[in-house]
């Protein structure tokens, strides 16, 4: 079972655009869809499409159509108490792939609204194969919540994975090794934002990410899934690192595409996938999900991962999985 917490969900609305976006021009649109999500919930989604249990943690009401629409599915929510209404993100997609994300902000919560979606989190851990703790935090949380939470999860059982950004994932990494997960996820700009590398490099170079990647390792973290946008993924455990490469693919929205590969990566570990094996679904995911529309998350008939191509890093190259 995968257990997921997203302290911040969002009524994720998609605006296709028939043409390229203009700033302060009249748009044609060609289609709008609105969807239930945040990361977390992303993957609680990709979960139920790959007949994997999943119970979504979020903080809104119980009669809510966010969460109405979770149940319907398929989706084992369970709501806690929220500091006010979901907030609603809009993603604007161009022909040719390229995204624009209006994010809001979110009600402002209480230290009341942080523990209640805790403890949701806490009696459930023990009884699942991974917690997932994704997003970002809603107005008025301390940026060191997911860094709290990881050592409350460690005292409790189970293994954690964390895909956060900007405050918490700093605070995050500051607090290590006490703070350390079992599975971190960041893309080249976070790595970069601890690191003081530069960011187009690192997702451009697999080799500079693993290397980026491995100062998590040797702080503790178990394993570090850093997703590259078109160049793949790299793969970063105590044992090794590989560089896993996507089939061509057409670009439709990149939305929830980094979500898509860490749920890969899950699934793979549930099935008891060696490293190899995981990093290829990871990226076979997230290559499905970027020719999907909106955040749509793929199913398992829409991946390849025999097409992946994975190679050890700092050894001869590897073989196709």
């Not at 700033?23 to 919930?41: E, I, M």
């Not at 009341?112 to 917690?131: I, P």
Request: aromatic fraction near 2%; charge should be negative.
């Amino acid at each position: 079972m995968i257990l997921t917490l997203t302290p911040n969900p969002s009524i994720d609305r998609t605006v296709a655009l028939d043409g390229e976006l203009s700033r302060g021009a009249v748009h044609r649109v060609a289609s709008v869809t609105s969807q239930a999500g945040g990361k977390g919930v992303n993957i609680s989604r990709a979960a139920v499409t790959a007949d994997i249990p999943s119970i979504a943690v979020v903080p809104a009401q119980k009669d809510d159509a966010f969460v109405l629409e979770l149940l319907g599915a398929g989706i084992d929510c369970r709501p806690v108490r929220p500091a006010g209404d979901v907030r609603v993100n809009l993603t604007i997609t161009e022909p040719d792939g390229t995204t624009t994300k209006l994010n809001s902000p979110g009600a402002a919560v209480l230290p009341l609204h942080l523990e209640l979606m805790a403890q949701a989190v806490l009696v459930r851990a023990s009884s699942a194969d991974w917690t997932v703790l994704a997003g970002s935090l809603p107005s008025g949380a301390p940026p060191d919540f997911y860094a709290e939470l990881v050592r409350r999860l460690r005292e409790v059982g189970g293994r954690v994975a964390v895909d956060t950004s900007d405050a918490p994932l700093r605070s995050l990494v500051d607090a290590l090794p006490a703070s350390a997960p079992d599975l971190m996820k960041p893309n080249g700009e976070e790595l970069a934002s601890f690191t003081g590398g530069d960011a187009d490099k690192l997702e451009s170079d697999p080799l500079a990410a693993a290397e980026a990647a491995r100062q998590l390792i040797d702080r503790g973290v178990g394993a570090v899934l850093a997703t590259l946008g078109g160049n793949g993924a790299v793969l970063v455990t105590p044992e090794g690192a590989w560089h896993a490469t996507p089939p061509p693919t057409t670009v439709v929205s990149t939305v929830g595409a980094g979500d898509s590969s860490l749920f890969g990566y899950l699934l793979g570990d549930v099935r008891g996938g060696s490293p190899i094996e995981r990093l290829a679904l990871g990226v076979a995911y997230g290559s499905a999900a970027v020719g999907l529309a909106g955040t749509t998350v793929p199913n398992p008939s829409q991946t390849h991962p025999d097409l992946v191509t994975v190679r050890p890093l700092n050894h001869s190259p590897g073989a196709t999985t």
